[in-house]
């Protein structure tokens, strides 16, 4: 499964809208906050992020992209 920071954003803004956060209007700025957040995760993870491979010819740590 990719990462998208699209979707990230979409179940993040979901989520405070939830919790009772204005995502519109002249002084909300939850929305950006989201946005911010989502990018933020995916930058980190996928710079991050390793997954290990136990056996087989590719054995190793290979990097998230």
């Known amino acids: ?6 979707a990230l954003e979409g179940l ?3 989520e405070l809208q ?3 956060f204005k995502l519109e209007g002249e002084h909300a700025f939850a929305g ?25 010819s590719s054995a190793g740590m290979y990097s998230v992209v």
């Open 32 to 56: 950006k906050l989201a946005t911010a957040i989502a990018n933020a995760v995916v930058a980190h993870v996928t710079s991050s992020a390793q997954v290990p491979v136990a056996s087989g």
């Open 12 to 14: 993040i803004k979901a």
């Open 1 to 6: 499964m990719a990462l998208s920071a699209g």
């Open 18 to 20: 939830g919790q009772g």
